[in-house]
């Protein structure tokens, strides 16, 4: 079939989701030639300076990243706001934030998938109720999926609800320190020095996994930057514009990347439609292919164990996790109550439809009421 029928607008379809069919599609695999790859030059594609002395080398290394001179960071023509960091973190450093997804941050008080349709002792401990499962797997190959395979999303600090799209007072837990100051440092390296870290959404995704077309626009202060940290398999992510029928920029975010969004880009439309095998050949990107580093100046988070980084390279051979952090509350403000909260009902109210992710083939137009458990598809 040629390229021009094989992206043949459905009925009702706009730009924005024919790209996505586009590289979501596997059999004939999309060419990928015009996807964006940051650092190997691309007519849109920007280096940036930053300000150097925005963050201490000794900040730097505390969170396990390069000093700043190091940084290769990049914007793209067109979006205003956006910005790229190709992997800036220290040999060895990865391993510690993909070990704190995996077997922290998805424990109690923190929420996650699993727990909509799993009693709370089963839920409990997911790390040490699939940790031989993933060690095994690396010799059984069929064994029974763990609930670490099965999980989707993590929810930090005030929990994101999938139900209302909203943030509430009443649903919070204290955000993780280290990631906080992680994000601190990444926010201050690249000009937001007032950034809150207020909010997190883990997501995990497989070979067959993709993230719908969606704008994050439930925090309640939209001008803060929203980070996004990669690790584990490399993705297509699709950046488009205020309207999906502007067609997305596609570009690779490989393990380590970290973007940006903010400014002018802060509410764009984005989707991830695929995920894909780390380019390179072997099982793991290379960033994750040398041991986790225990060295020991004073750092954020422990040293991950040879025995943790085991599981989670199991667990990252066809496996992506990524990382979003959010500041909700516009500084100095708190969530509105009485007469403001109940404008602010109608007003998210008004706008909701505006946040769902698509469907990705006409059958599933409709489902709307199960993005909940579906936000990220597995064909
Ligand atoms: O996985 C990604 O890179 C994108 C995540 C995302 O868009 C989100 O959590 O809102």
């Avoid at 929203?226 to 690790?231: A, K």
């Amino acid at each position: 079939m040629g390229k021009m029928a094989a992206c043949r607008l459905e009925q009702g379809e706009d730009a924005f989701r024919k790209i996505f069919r586009l590289y979501k599609r596997r059999n004939p695999p999309p060419d990928l030639s015009g996807v964006v790859e940051f650092t190997r030059g691309h007519p849109g594609v920007k280096p940036k300076e930053l300000t150097i002395g925005a963050l201490s080398d000794q900040d730097a290394c505390r969170a396990g990243l390069q000093p700043l001179d190091q940084w290769k960071v990049y914007g793209l023509e067109g979006y205003p706001g956006f910005l790229f960091v190709s992997n800036p973190f220290l040999p060895g450093w990865q391993h510690r934030w993909v070990r704190q997804c995996l077997k922290v941050y998805p424990q109690k008080p923190n929420v996650c998938n699993l727990d909509l349709h799993m009693r709370a002792e089963q839920t409990a401990n997911i790390w040490e109720s699939s940790k031989e499962q993933l060690r095994e797997r690396a010799s059984h190959r069929r064994s029974q999926k763990s609930l670490l395979e099965k999980l989707r999303w993590v929810t930090l600090g005030y929990h994101y609800n999938w139900d209302t799209k909203k943030y509430s007072v009443d649903h919070h837990s204290t955000f993780p320190p280290d990631l906080a100051e992680l994000s601190r440092c990444v926010s201050r390296a690249c000009g937001f020095s007032k950034f809150q870290p207020e909010a997190g959404i883990l997501n995990y995704y497989h070979m067959d996994s993709s993230l719908g077309i969606h704008v994050d626009e439930s925090e309640l202060d939209q001008h803060s930057p929203l980070l996004s940290f990669c690790f584990g398999q490399s993705c297509i992510y699709l950046l488009g514009g205020l309207s999906r029928e502007l067609a997305p920029t596609p570009m690779m975010m490989h393990s380590g990347d970290i973007m940006i969004m903010a400014g002018p880009s802060r509410l764009l439309y984005h989707a991830v439609p695929r995920i894909l095998p780390h380019p390179g050949g072997g099982l793991l990107p290379p960033g994750l292919t040398v041991p986790p580093s225990d060295n020991t100046p004073p750092a954020l988070t422990e040293p991950c164990s040879s025995q943790d980084w085991e599981v989670c390279a199991q667990y990252l051979h066809d496996s992506r996790i990524n990382m979003t952090v959010r500041q909700v509350l516009e500084d100095g403000c708190s969530f509105p109550v009485g007469e403001d909260m109940r404008r602010e009902q109608t007003h998210a109210n008004e706008e909701d439809s505006y946040h769902q992710n698509a469907p990705e083939t006409p059958a599933q137009e409709g489902e709307g009421q199960h993005l909940l458990t579906k936000r990220i598809k597995t064909t």
